[in-house]
C-alpha cells in the first residue's frame, strides 16, 4: 500500500505551550511529523502557539501559524489554507483535544478535511475511561474494579464497598491533573471536589487500588494493512501510585519472564485493534500484582505520548516520523530502518544495553506545595541516561539531572529514612541508596517502597562496591578495582570525593592505568547488522565505535533536563546552531541528555552522543572527538558553567570567550566594566554572609533584590523591604561561597523593564530585537508578557539602549549572541544584566523578526562577520532588525497543578512554558496570547477591582475604558469610592477579611469575569492570595500589575473592534525572505 | 569470583567471571538477540553443540521456574553474557538462573563485552570455541576451539532426540491424531498442538514412515532441532515416503528436512539468525509476522521446484526463505517458531492451518 496521492496538504496541530504533562517531546514529534511529511512531497500547513519550538520555525512547514489552540482560530487556518487532512496523533492531549473539537464542531466536514492518524471514535474509546473498559472487557483483558461518579453519594458508596484507598481520576484533563488517592473518606471529599471542577465533563473514576503493584508500558505502532510491531518495553521502577511521569522508569522491562511479556504484548496489539487506532503509535500501560501475577489492563494513548519520546530515543526507532508515514498510507515493511539502511521498520527493536528514564522536579520553586508524588505528574522534566546496565544506567541519570548536589554529598537525615522510603517524593531514590548504605536490608526497603528487588539489588550491589573503595585511594586502587567502579558508572568526581582528591586528578590516574570510556551505539538491533547512525553513549566496554570523522566538527553542548527557566528555548538554539553548522560543511556533534527534545533526535546532528552534560562525560567526548570547537553559548547554564573548566583543559571553546562570560557573570569585575563605559546600573553590592549582606543592603538602600550568583531562571530570589527580610534570605534560602557570593542590588520599583537580544561578531552588533516588559520591573522577566516592538519607549530611551547595547559587546568582545536587560526608571536607563550567550527570547525574536539568529550567530563563531550574512538578516550589520506587526509573548505557569501554592508574580520564575500572539495592532496580539496561555480575556461582563493607593490613577483609566465597553464594575471599598469619585459606577464588595459576601464568593458564583488586584503589601497578603487562588480555580484572568491591567484593555478593545484574523510566519515575513532572496 | 576464559579458534580470547559449572564446554559461538526468554533458550534442545551469548546484558533476573523449561534439562554448552544477576526476582521463581545451569553442568563467563564479541561474529561469521569455568590457558583453549568439530555436517538431531516413543499430555477432546518426530521438540510447539485439539504422540528422528504411518495419524509433524539438515538422509528418506500419505507440517530443522525431501538444498548462513524480533512477511496473507527466530541453516529458495512448491514466508531482513509449501502434496513448513517460547504469538495461525490441513485431508479420504 504505497503513499496516498488523494491528500495533498495536510494539518499539524502542536501541544501549545510546556506545561507539566506535556513538555517539548511534542515539539520532537511534531518536528519529525512535519520533516517526514514534507520528505514525502506533502505540503504542511502548521499550528502551534509556541514560539519556541522548533516544529514552527518557518522551515519546517510550509505555512506555519503561531495562533491560539481553539477551534476558532484553527477554522480560520483550515479556512485560508484548505488542508486534505488533519494529523490528531502527534500534538499530545492538546492536539488531539482540538482535532476532537474541530470534528465535532462540523469544521472538517465543512472544509473537507480528513482526519488521519486516529478518528474520533478511536479517540474516545480509548479516552474516556468507561468505553475503554468495556472495550478491554470484551477482548478478555482485565482492567481494575472501578465506577465513574459525578457526585459526592455515588463515590462514597463506592468506596465503601472496595475499600480505601481509591484512587480517582477526572475524566478528560490532562497528566492526571486533579487525580489523586485518596486514603479516606475526608482525602476523596477534597479530591472528588477538586476533580469535578477541573473535569470538563464533571466526571471523575474512582477505582480500586493497584498501590505497589509493578508497572509497565509498551510502545506500539500499527500500520493500515494490520502490521502491528512493539517498539519497546518500558518498567517503572516506582510501582504503581506514582504516576509514570514522575517514575523512574527502565526500558526495557527487566523483571518479566518472556511468558508475562508475551502476554502484555498480545495485550497491546489487540487493544490497539479493539480501540480501532489505524495507524500510527500508541502507548497501552499495565500493572502486574507483585505476588500473584494477576495482570491488568490501565490505560493506552491513542497517539504519540511522552513515553513514546522516550521509547525512541531509548531504541532508535523514531515513532513520531514512522506514524507520519504510516498515517499517510504506507505500511510498516515500505518504510526502510534508517540506522541499519537494510532493513525495514517492520520489527521490534533489540537492545543491548539499558536505558534509565529519572524525572526532574522543581518544588523549591513553588513554596506551598507539598512535594508528594501521586496520580498527578509534578515534575517538569527528565533525564535519558543510556549504559550497559542498569547500574552504570542509573548512576548516569541521577548526574545528568544537575540538581546541583552531588548524590553522595546530599544530606540525609537518618530518622527521616522511614518516612521517606514510604511516601513517594523526589527524594525517594536518594534515600533507597542511603537507607541501603546505613546498613538496612533489601527486604527492609522492600517493604517500605514496594520497588523490585531486583532494582534494589542493583543498588545494593553499588553501595557495597563504594564501601570496598572506601579502603582504597587513588593510590593504592588496582586497574580491576577502578575499571569496575567505571563500569558500574560511578563518576570520577563520586571517586574523588571518597578518595578526598579531584576529579581530574582521578581522570589522569585511570588514563595512565588504560581506563578510558569508550563510546558504543544504538543500534536497533543489539549489532547483529551494521549501523549507518553514529548514536553513541559512552560505556566501559573493550571497543569504541564512534569511528571521529577527520573533518572539521564542532560540538554543540545542550541545555540537559527541562527546568523551569531553562527549557525548550535553548533546544531550539542548539538545534539551529547543528542544522546552520550542516549547511556551512562542518560536522555537528550534539550532547544532550533530554529524551523530549528535538536536539537528541539521531536525525538532528551529524552525530549525537546522548551523555551527562559533566566535565567528565564532555571531556570523554573530546577526547575521542577531538572537535575543532564546541559552542556553550547555546544550552542556557548547563553548559556555560562547564565553559572555563573546559577551556582550562584545553578544549576550544568557540565564540564569546568563557572569560568574557564570566566577566559578565562576576559582580566586581562586571561592575568596573560599567563603570568604564559610564554605563549606570542599580547600585549593588556582593556578600558572603549575613552582617555583610545587611550592611550592603544598608548602603544600597531598600527595597533590594538578593539573589544567589549564577542562576538562570531566577532561581531563589526575593525582594526585600527590610534587613530582616535579607537576614532571613542569606541564613535560610541560598548556599553561597566565596567564588559564589550573594548578589544584592538596589530593585528598582514600578520601572519598565526591557530585554534585548543581540548578534556581534566582536565590532559589528545588531540589535535583533528589543522587548518591552509588560509586567514591570520585580516580576522575573521569564515570567513576564512582552511585546515586540517595544510600545512605549521614548526616542531618547531606545537610543540608550540601543548605544548601550553596541558598547557592551564591544567590551565584552561578544561573538554569537547576547541578551541584555535594562530597567527604565524616571528616564534613567539601567544595565539590570549581562548575558553573553542565547536567551530564552531567542526562538520569540527569531520568529518576530523572521531572520534565524541562531544560524547568524553560529556563522559568527566560525569567523565570518555579520557583514557576510547580511543575506540572513534583511540587509543588515548594524542597528536593530525591524518587525512588522505586534508580537506578544506570554507565560504559562504551572499553579493548577499546586493547590497551595501562591500565584503572585515574583522575581523568581515560575512559568513553564510560553506562547505567541501575533496581531496588527498590540491589544490583539495581547489578546491572543492570553487566549493561548489559557487565560482568555473576555469581551465583556463584570470586572472586580482592587488596588493600591499608588495605582488609584491608573485604575481610573482602564476602569474608565472597561465601562466604555459595557463592562460593570465592582471594587473593595477603597477602590471603589476613588472610581466613584470620578463619576464612575461601581458596586461595592467586601474584602475577604472584612465578611461575606466578598469577591471571592462572587467569583465562585461566576459573577465576575475579569480580576485587576494589585499588591498592597505585606499587611494584606492573606487576602490576596486568597483571591488570587479562587481566580485560578475559577479560570477568570487575574491581572496583578497596572501595566497589565493597560494591555488587558487594549485586548478587550481588539476582541470588540477586530475579527478573529490570523496570519502565517510565511506571509508575514514575505518582504524579508524576498530582501535575502 | 573465579575467572572464566572463551577461547574461539580464530584466536580472540574473552575473559570473565565463572558462574554455572566449574566445566569446560566447546561447540560453535553463537548470538541470539531475544530480550526476554532466557530459559526457554537455555532449555531449547536445538542449542545442542553451541555456545550462546546473549545480547540483552541483564541476564538472570526473573530467575528460573519449572513451567518454562522447552525441554527436560538447559541443552546449551556454556553461556556468555554481560552481567548475570546474583538474585532471582518473579513471583513465579522457584531457582535462580545459575542454579539451574550450574545443577546441568553448564558453565556461564560474564562480564564480557558481548557487544564486541558479537560484532567480532557478525563480521567473520559463526565460528568455534570453547568455555573454560574450570581453568586452562588462553592458548591451550585457542587450540581446544581449533580441534571441535564443525557444526556443518554434524548430525545432532538423532542424538538429543529421544529413544523411546511416548505420547504427550492429550487434551480433554482430541480432534486429531499426530505423530511429531522429535528432533530436539520444544515442549511449547507440543503444548500448542495439544491446544489445536491434537493428540501427539512423539517418536525418535530414526522411525520408519511405515511405523509412522503404523499409528494412523492425521498429519506427521516435524520439529525443530540442532545441527546440519544435510546429514540427516534417513530422515529425509523416510518424510519423502511420507510426503502424499499424510499431511506434514514442519518448523525449523523441520522446515529443511521437508525443503531437502522437497528436491531442494539447504546451506550455512554466515551468522544464523536468533532472536525474537524478526519481520517475516506471509506473502498469502500480505502480512507482517514479528517472528522468533534460531537456525544456523536456511533452505535454499531457487533450489525448490516452483512447479511443486510455493514459497510462503520470507524474512524480510535478508531475504531468506521463511516457509513454503507443497503444490502436490499436503504439506507445509516455516524456518522459523510459530510456537514462540521465546517470542512473538504473531504465527501461531500455523498451528490452525496443520489442523484445517488434517481436516480437509480426513475430509478427502
Given amino acids: 500500500m504505497p503513499r496516498r496521492d488523494d491528500i495533498r496538504r495536510i494539518l499539524i496541530v502542536g501541544s501549545g505551550p510546556i506545561v507539566i504533562g506535556q513538555a517539548c517531546e511534542f515539539d520532537y514529534s511534531g518536528t519529525q511529523a512535519c520533516k517526514a511529511l514534507r520528505a514525502d512531497g506533502y505540503q504542511v500547513v502548521l499550528l502551534n502557539s509556541n514560539p519556541a519550538t522548533i516544529m514552527t520555525d518557518p522551515e519546517l512547514a510550509d505555512c506555519t501559524y503561531v495562533e491560539p489552540l481553539t477551534p476558532e482560530f484553527a477554522e480560520q487556518v483550515i479556512r485560508r489554507e484548505r488542508p486534505d487532512a488533519l494529523l490528531s496523533t502527534v500534538g499530545g492531549q492538546t492536539g488531539l483535544n482540538l482535532s476532537v473539537a474541530l470534528a465535532e464542531a462540523g469544521v472538517l466536514d465543512r472544509y473537507g478535511v480528513e482526519l488521519i492518524g486516529a478518528k474520533v471514535d478511536a479517540i474516545k474509546k480509548a479516552e474516556d475511561r468507561l468505553l475503554f473498559k468495556d472495550a478491554m472487557r470484551r477482548i478478555g483483558l482485565e482492567s481494575p474494579d472501578s465506577k465513574l461518579v459525578n457526585n459526592l453519594e455515588d463515590a462514597l458508596a463506592y468506596a465503601g464497598r472496595v475499600g480505601y484507598p481509591v484512587v480517582l481520576r477526572p475524566s478528560f484533563t490532562l497528566g492526571g491533573t486533579g487525580g489523586g488517592i485518596a486514603y479516606n473518606r475526608e482525602d476523596l471529599i477534597e479530591i472528588l471536589d477538586r476533580g469535578l471542577a477541573l473535569s470538563p465533563v464533571h466526571e471523575v473514576l474512582i477505582e480500586e487500588s493497584l498501590l505497589g503493584w509493578k508497572e509497565f508500558e509498551m510502545e506500539v505502532m500499527r500500520d493500515l494493512a494490520g502490521n502491528a510491531i512493539i517498539v519497546c518495553s518500558i518498567e517503572n521502577f516506582d510501582p504503581m501510585g506514582v504516576h509514570t511521569g514522575d517514575s523512574v522508569t527502565v526500558a526495557p522491562a527487566q523483571t518479566l519472564t518472556d511468558r508475562e511479556y508475551q502476554m502484555m504484548r498480545d495485550g497491546s496489539l489487540a487493544c490497539l485493534r479493539e480501540i480501532g487506532v489505524d495507524t500510527g503509535g500508541s502507548n497501552v500501560q499495565f500493572a502486574f500484582h507483585p505476588e500473584t501475577g494477576r495482570m491488568v489492563v490501565i490505560e493506552m494513548n491513542p497517539r504519540v505520548s511522552r513515553s513514546s519520546a522516550l521509547a525512541s530515543k531509548a531504541t532508535g526507532f523514531p515513532i513520531a516520523k514512522i506514524a507520519a508515514k504510516l498515517a499517510v498510507g504506507y505500511r510498516l515493511d515500505e518504510i526502510a530502518n534508517d540506522i541499519t539502511r537494510k532493513t525495514p521498520a517492520c520489527f521490534e527493536p533489540a537492545i543491548d544495553y539499558v536505558v534509565v528514564k529519572i524525572p526532574r522536579w522543581q518544588f523549591e520553586k513553588l513554596p506551598g506545595a507539598e512535594p508528594v508524588l501521586g496520580t498527578q505528574m509534578k515534575s517538569v522534566g527528565e533525564v535519558m541516561a543510556i549504559g550497559r546496565t542498569f547500574k552504570q544506567a542509573l548512576a548516569k541519570g541521577m548526574r545528568s539531572l544537575e540538581t546541583g548536589k552531588a548524590a553522595a554529598a546530599e544530606v540525609f537525615d537518618e530518622s527521616l529514612i522511614p518516612q521517606k522510603l514510604i511516601t513517594p517524593t523526589p527524594e525517594r531514590l536518594g534515600y533507597v541508596f542511603h537507607a541501603l548504605r546505613r546498613g538496612h536490608s533489601l527486604e527492609q526497603v522492600r517493604e517500605m517502597t514496594t520497588i523490585d528487588p531486583w532494582f534494589l539489588q542493583q543498588i545494593k550491589e553499588v553501595v557495597e562496591l563504594e564501601k570496598r573503595l572506601e579502603a582504597e585511594s587513588l593510590e593504592t586502587v588496582s586497574p580491576a578495582t577502578l575499571l569496575r567502579a567505571k563500569r558500574d558508572g560511578l563518576s570520577d568526581a563520586f571517586l574523588a570525593r571518597t578518595w578526598k582528591t579531584d576529579a581530574l586528578a582521578v581522570r589522569e590516574r585511570r588514563k595512565q592505568l588504560g581506563i578510558r570510556a569508550v563510546f558504543n551505539r544504538v543500534d536497533t538491533c543489539a549489532a547483529e547488522f551494521e549501523s549507518f547512525t553514529p548514536y553513541l553513549y559512552s560505556s566501559y566496554e573493550s571497543e569504541c565505535e564512534a569511528e571521529p570523522a577527520s573533518r572539521k566538527k564542532v560540538m554543540i553542548l545542550g541545555s540537559g533536563p527541562n527546568r523551569i527557566g531553562q527549557g525548550i528555548e535553548f533546544d531550539y538554539c542548539c538545534c539551529h546552531a547543528s542544522f546552520a553548522l550542516q549547511e556551512s560543511g562542518v560536522e555537528s556533534i550534539m550532547v544532550n541528555c533530554n529524551p523530549e527534545t528535538v536536539s537528541t533526535d539521531y536525525d538532528t546532528s551529524d552525530r549525537l552522543y546522548f551523555e551527562p552534560l559533566t566535565l567528565e562525560e564532555v571531556l570523554n567526548i573530546c577526547d575521542t572527538e577531538k572537535p575543532s570547537g564546541v559552542i556553550v553559548q547555546f544550552g542556557g547554564q548547563t553548559p556555560l558553567t562547564l565553559a572555563l573548566p573546559l577551556k582550562r583543559q584545553g578544549v576550544p571553546i568557540i565564540g564569546t570567550d568563557p572569560d568574557s562570560i564570566d566577566l559578565a557573570e562576576d559582580r566586581k569585575r562586571f561592575g568596573k566594566l560599567l563603570d568604564d563605559l559610564g554605563i549606570p546600573s542599580p547600585p549593588n553590592g556582593t556578600a558572603t554572609g549575613a552582617d555583610e549582606a545587611c550592611e550592603a543592603a544598608r548602603r544600597i538602600g531598600f527595597p533590594v533584590l538578593v539573589r544567589p550568583s549564577y542562576v538562570l531562571g531566577g532561581r531563589a530570589m526575593a525582594i526585600a523591604y527590610d534587613e530582616e527580610t535579607v537576614r532571613r534570605y542569606v541564613q535560610e534560602a541560598v548556599v553561597f561561597s566565596r567564588e559564589r557570593p550573594v548578589l544584592i542590588d538596589r530593585f528598582l520599583e514600578d520601572a519598565t523593564e526591557v530585554d534585548v537580544d543581540a548578534l556581534s561578531d566582536g565590532e559589528d552588533v545588531l540589535i535583533a530585537g528589543v522587548m518591552e516588559h509588560i509586567e514591570e520591573a520585580g516580576i522575573h522577566s521569564g515570567d513576564s508578557s512582552c511585546v515586540l516592538p517595544a510600545i512605549s519607549l521614548g526616542g531618547i530611551e531606545r537610543a540608550t539602549i540601543e548605544s548601550c547595547t553596541v558598547r557592551l559587546a564591544r567590551a565584552l568582545k561578544v561573538v554569537g549572541l547576547m541578551n541584555v536587560q535594562y530597567a527604565i526608571k524616571d528616564g534613567t536607563v539601567y544595565v539590570l544584566e549581562v548575558n553573553p550567550r542565547a536567551s530564552r527570547t531567542v526562538p520569540y525574536v527569531s520568529k518576530a523578526t523572521g531572520v534565524p539568529l541562531p544560524k547568524v550567530a553560529v556563522g559568527l563563531m566560525l569567523g565570518r562577520r555579520l557583514r557576510e550574512m547580511s543575506n540572513l538578516t534583511g540587509g543588515l550589520a548594524q542597528g536593530c532588525l525591524p518587525v512588522p506587526q505586534f508580537f506578544v509573548k506570554s507565560p504559562v505557569f504551572p499553579f493548577n497543578k499546586f493547590p497551595g501554592v501562591d500565584p503572585a508574580l515574583g522575581p523568581e520564575m515560575r512559568s513553564t512554558g510560553e506562547v505567541m500572539g501575533v496581531g496588527v495592532n498590540f491589544g490583539e496580539a495581547f489578546a491572543k496570547a492570553q487566549l493561548s496561555a489559557g487565560t482568555p480575556l473576555p469581551d465583556k461582563g463584570c470586572a472586580f477591582l482592587s488596588v493600591n493607593n499608588r495605582d488609584k490613577a491608573a485604575a481610573l483609566e482602564v476602569a474608565r475604558r472597561l465601562s466604555e465597553f459595557g463592562f460593570s464594575l465592582t471594587a473593595t471599598r477603597g477602590t471603589a469610592a476613588a472610581l466613584q469619585a470620578a463619576g464612575l459606577r461601581v458596586k461595592t464588595v467586601l474584602k475577604v477579611n472584612e465578611g461575606r459576601p466578598n469577591g471571592v464568593d462572587l467569583m465562585k458564583a461566576g459573577a465576575i469575569q475579569l480580576v485587576i488586584y494589585t499588591p498592597a503589601g505585606a499587611h494584606s497578603f492573606s487576602d490576596e492570595r486568597v483571591i488570587r487562588r479562587a481566580a485560578i480555580a475559577n479560570r477568570i484572568p487575574c491581572i496583578t500589575t497596572m501595566s497589565a491591567a493597560r494591555a488587558a484593555a487594549e485586548a478587550v478593545a481588539y476582541r470588540r473592534r477586530d475579527p478573529v484574523r490570523v496570519w502565517s510566519l510565511q506571509e508575514i515575513h514575505r518582504g524579508q525572505q524576498s530582501a535575502q532572496g | ?365
Fill in chain 2, 1 to 365: 569470583m573465579s575467572r572464566a576464559i572463551l577461547a574461539l579458534e580464530d584466536g580472540s580470547v574473552f575473559e570473565g567471571s565463572a558462574f554455572g559449572a566449574p566445566a569446560r564446554r566447546a561447540g560453535e559461538v553463537v548470538f541470539n538477540t531475544s530480550i526476554t526468554g532466557y530459559q526457554e533458550i537455555f532449555t531449547d534442545p536445538s542449542y545442542a553443540g553451541q555456545i550462546v551469548i546473549l545480547t540483552y546484558p541483564q541476564i538472570g533476573n526473573y530467575g528460573a521456574n519449572s513451567e518454562d523449561s522447552e525441554a527436560g534439562r538447559p541443552y546449551i554448552e556454556g553461556l556468555v553474557v554481560r552481567e548475570f544477576s546474583s538474585i532471582a526476582s518473579n513471583w513465579r521463581s522457584q531457582q535462580r538462573a545459575n542454579e539451574l545451569l550450574e545443577s546441568h553442568g553448564v558453565p556461564v563467563i560474564a562480564e564480557v563485552d558481548t557487544r564486541r564479541l558479537v560484532r567480532h561474529l557478525r563480521t567473520r561469521g559463526v565460528m568455534r570455541g570453547v568455555l573454560s569455568a574450570a581453568g586452562g590457558g588462553a592458548a591451550e583453549l585457542v587450540e581446544a576451539a581449533r580441534n571441535t568439530p564443525c557444526m556443518a555436517g554434524l548430525d545432532l538431531a538423532t542424538r538429543v532426540s529421544v529413544k523411546d516413543r511416548y505420547e504427550w499430555e492429550p487434551p480433554a477432546e482430541p480432534r486429531f491424531n499426530v505423530v511429531a518426530y522429535d528432533f530436539g521438540i520444544k515442549r511449547n510447539i507440543l503444548r500448542r498442538l495439544a491446544q489445536t485439539g491434537c493428540r501427539v504422540t512423539v517418536v525418535p528422528a530414526l522411525t520408519r514412515a511405515e511405523d509412522v504411518l503404523a499409528l494412523r495419524p492425521d498429519g506427521v509433524f516435524l520439529s525443530n532441532g540442532p545441527g546440519d539438515p544435510e546429514p540427516l538422509r534417513s530422515q529425509v528418506e523416510q518424510v519423502r515416503a511420507l510426503l502424499g500419505r499424510t499431511p506434514v507440517f514442519g518448523i525449523c530443522l523441520g522446515h529443511q528436512i521437508l525443503g531437502l525431501a522437497s528436491g531442494g538444498r539447504t546451506y550455512k548462513l554466515k551468522f544464523g539468525h536468533r532472536g525474537a524480533n524478526h519481520p517475516v512477511l506471509n506473502h498469502l496473507t500480505n502480512r507482517v509476522e514479528i517472528t522468533s527466530h534460531n537456525h544456523g541453516f536456511a533452505v535454499d529458495p531457487d533450489s525448490l521446484d516452483p512447479s511443486i512448491t510455493e514459497l510462503t514466508h520470507v524474512n524480510l531482513n535478508d531475504h531468506t526463505l521463511e516457509g513454503f509449501r507443497r503444490r502436490d502434496v499436503p504439506a507445509f513448513s516455516v524456518q522459523y517458531h510459530p510456537e514462540a517460547a521465546p517470542g512473538p504469538h504473531d504465527s501461531l495461525y500455523l498451528f490452525d492451518d496443520f489442523a484445517r490441513l488434517m481436516e480437509e485431508c480426513r475430509g478427502g479420504r
